[in-house]
Nanobody, 122 residues
Framework: QVQLVESGGGLVQPGESLRLSCTASGTIFTIAAMGWYRQAPGKQRELVAMIRTSGGDTNYTDSVKGRFTISGDNAKRTVNLQMNSLKPEDTAVYYC???????????????WGQGTQVTVSS
């Protein structure tokens, strides 16, 4: 089994900051990438930010560039998302994602956390 446990969501005012964290645990051979997706009511789930464990390459959706920073700790199997200058349009449920192999013979697969609510409102 693989578990992704998220923390750090909440209610903040526009312009404030939040930090999301996610830790992967269980039977894991290797993690290729970890990241965050979000889904607002009535909208499709979208990629927010992703970081590759080998090399540390990152990518962000355009709307968060310059405001959000993703970081990871390979040894701890953790990914963090520092969110600054939050806007009401950032309101969504944020999901942690890990692209990993449980065993060497298996292909890479996506695993998901349970989601954490981020609400930006005055």
């Amino acid at each position: 089994q693989v578990q992704l446990v998220e923390s750090g969501g909440g209610l903040v005012q526009p312009g404030e900051s939040l930090r999301l964290s996610c830790t992967a645990s269980g039977t894991i051979f290797t993690i290729a990438a970890m990241g965050w997706y979000r889904q607002a009511p009535g909208k499709q789930r979208e990629l927010v930010a992703m970081i590759r464990t080998s090399g540390g390459d990152t990518n962000y959706t355009d709307s968060v560039k310059g405001r959000f920073t993703i970081s990871g700790d390979n040894a701890k199997r953790t990914v963090n998302l520092q969110m600054n200058s939050l806007k009401p349009e950032d309101t969504a449920v944020y999901y942690c994602n890990a692209n990993l192999k449980r065993y060497p013979v298996l292909p890479l697969q996506d695993y998901w956390g349970q989601g954490t609510q981020v609400t930006v409102s005055s």
